[in-house]
Every structure is written in structure tokens, then in C-alpha cells.
């Protein structure tokens, strides 16, 4: 499985997902079965820059920009994303027995961590959370 940039050069950001997806997906293939149609977009204020993915049975796509029409869109800064990376997860979501699992739902609740979709579409949340996750 390789992940598609469809940017000539893609953003460090484009690069750094593609990449922990392809490793995650290396790592544990039982993950390929997340892959089901979802449009997500993920936006870092902080470092001014924004990609959207295309992922869809035995495919993903990711290029620089965010997509107004994504199912899910996270915007958050690169700290928290980070959090949001290596929080442990239950269900897909950030496991609130956990202390990193709490952190990032505080960060979620206080809106320092912007996510639409989340409760039109929790399941692809929960999907897109379990293919970024490292934990």
C-alpha cells in the first residue's frame, strides 16, 4: 500500500501523514480495513498549513489544502495534533480512562481542538483516529 500525492511537491504535513499512515498500515495490515470512502481534512494554524485525504478501499490520497466538503475536518496546532497522534484510543476515540486520552478530549471540549464531523460522522472519525494513531 503507498499512499498518492498528487502535489508535485507535497507540505511537510502531507508527507508526515502519508508517511505514519503508510508505517501504521505496515506495522498492523488488519488497519487496511479503515479504509473506506472518507474525505478529511486536517488544518495546523500554527504552521499555516492544511491537506485533505481521500481514502478509500486499498487507496489514499493526500494533497496540500483543505476541502470545505470533507466529512472530517480537524484543525488544530501541531502540538496538539501530535497529542492527537499518540493519544491511546478506545472505540477509535482518545480513551478517557487514559490521562493523554483526557488531554485531548479537554483540548476537544475547550475548542482548542476543532473538529466538525464529529458527531454527523463519529465512525469515520473513529476510523481516520485509529489509521493516525500510533499508540
Known amino acids: 500500500m503507498t499512499v498518492a500525492y498528487p502535489d508535485d511537491a ?7 501523514v ?5 508505517q501504521n498500515l505496515e506495522r498492523e495490515p ?3 480495513r ?4 472518507t474525505v478529511a481534512s486536517i488544518t495546523v494554524p500554527d504552521a499555516g498549513v492544511s491537506i485533505t485525504l481521500r481514502l478509500g478501499p486499498g487507496d489514499i490520497e493526500i494533497r496540500d489544502g483543505a476541502d470545505a466538503t470533507a466529512h472530517v475536518a480537524i484543525v488544530a496546532d501541531s502540538e496538539r495534533l501530535l497529542a492527537l497522534t499518540s493519544a491511546p484510543l478506545r472505540f477509535g476515540l482518545p480513551d478517557a480512562l487514559d490521562r493523554r486520552g483526557r488531554a485531548v478530549l479537554r483540548d476537544v471540549v475547550s475548542k482548542r481542538v476543532r473538529i466538525r464531523g464529529m458527531l454527523r460522522h463519529p465512525r469515520r472519525l473513529a476510523r ?4 493516525l494513531s500510533v499508540a
Open 30 to 32: 488488519a488497519r487496511r
Open 34 to 37: 479503515l479504509l473506506r470512502p
Open 128 to 131: 481516520l483516529s485509529s489509521l
Open 10 to 16: 507535497p507540505s511537510g504535513l502531507a508527507s508526515m
Open 18 to 22: 502519508g508517511g505514519l499512515i503508510e
